[in-house]
């Protein structure tokens, strides 16, 4: 069955660097686009950033635009994001999903959830 699984979340400083991974199984073809998105307390799920499948071609929310990186490793069936320049405000629950669209935006649009990972920059 589909399963996503994120890793890589912890305690950092402002300015500093961290590397979460989305590891998934049993994903088919049928899915197009690996997102990351977060969530901190008291605010609604945003969209980081969008990798597809067929190209690895990227898509990246304006506030973390310059500073965060995704890729994959199909092969290994992996997807990463590298954050780089770390701000408080980047606090929050990354969670990584998977979709049947390209460049799909909203959580809605996604089917399967990995349980998130916590990532926290300290001020």
């Known amino acids: 069955q589909v399963q996503l699984v994120e890793s890589g979340g912890g305690l950092v400083q402002v300015g500093g660097s961290l590397r979460l991974s989305c590891t998934f199984s049993?994903?088919?073809?049928?899915?197009?686009?690996i997102a990351w998105f977060r969530q901190a307390p008291g605010k609604e799920r945003e969209q980081v950033s969008c990798?597809?499948?067929?190209?690895?071609?990227?898509y990246y929310s304006d506030s973390v635009k310059g500073r965060f990186t995704t890729s994959r490793d199909a092969t290994k069936n992996i997807v990463y994001l590298q954050m780089n320049s770390l701000k408080p405000e980047d606090t929050a629950v990354y969670y990584c999903?998977?979709?049947?669209?390209?460049?799909?935006?909203?959580?809605?649009?996604?089917?399967?959830w990995g349980q998130g990972t916590q990532v926290t920059v300290s001020s």
């Open positions: 999903a998977i979709g049947r669209d390209y460049y799909i935006h909203s959580p809605s649009g996604y089917d399967v």
């Open positions: 990798i597809m499948s067929s190209d690895a071609s990227t």
């Open positions: 049993g994903v088919s073809s049928d899915y197009l686009t």
